[in-house]
């Protein structure tokens, strides 16, 4: 899997966790784009990314971190970041 393909999981899987919809990100930017992140058609920039997981209340790492996770095949359930 390509890094930006995992990114864009580990923000789909962050947002679900969370409890946000992709409508909810809208003072920051548009479901469209919210949608084309997590489909993985677009890359995400590290200002967005910011923005996003602000919203969300969760570090900016912590979502790259599950990216590069799950590019190598693993998930945040199997690894412990502490």
Known sequence: MELNDAV???LRIARLRNGFT???FGSISSRTYISSLE????A????KLTSIAD?????PLSIL???FLLQSGGS???YSLV
Do not use: S
């Open 39 to 42: 489909r993985r058609m677009k």
């Open 55 to 59: 919203m969300m209340g969760v570090h």
């Open 76 to 78: 945040l359930t199997n």
């Open 22 to 24: 992709q409508e909810d």
């Open 65 to 67: 971190a599950e990216g």
């Open 44 to 47: 995400v920039t590290v200002n």
């Open 8 to 10: 864009g999981q580990a």
